[in-house]
């Protein structure tokens, strides 16, 4: 089982940046596809980005192609994410997650990301 914990998330303005960290403890995270998921008020949970294990894909959701960038290290059980040209639309909770066996069985505890205009 892997448990995951992320960090990063804070106040910016609009056109700033932030980093996000996904943390995961347990066996085998190196195995895992991982991803991004974000949920602001009074809307579903959105999945934005993920990472295959090797990090040799990724996949992002159109609302954020050219201004996230996800990225692993494997050694440091650590999933990232870039998060570039931040908008108030951008504004939510973000989750990390891990892909087992083709879905996504284990969630972070979310990181409030607030973009001001």
């Known amino acids: 089982q892997v448990q995951l914990v992320e960090s990063g998330g804070g106040l910016v303005q609009a056109g700033g940046s932030l980093r996000l960290s996904c943390a995961a403890s347990g066996r085998i995270f190196s195995s895992y596809a991982m991803g991004w998921f974000r949920q602001a008020p009074g809307k579903e949970r959105e999945f934005i980005t993920s990472i295959t294990w090797t990090g040799g894909s990724t996949y992002y959701a159109d609302s954020v192609k050219g201004r996230f960038t996800i990225s692993r290290d494997n050694a440091k059980n650590t999933v990232y994410l870039q998060m570039n040209g931040l908008k108030p639309e951008d504004t939510a909770v973000y989750y990390c997650?891990?892909?087992?066996?083709?879905?996504?069985?284990?969630w972070g505890q979310g990181t409030q990301v607030t973009v001001s205009s």
């Open positions: 997650a891990a892909n087992q066996a083709g879905s996504w069985q284990t």
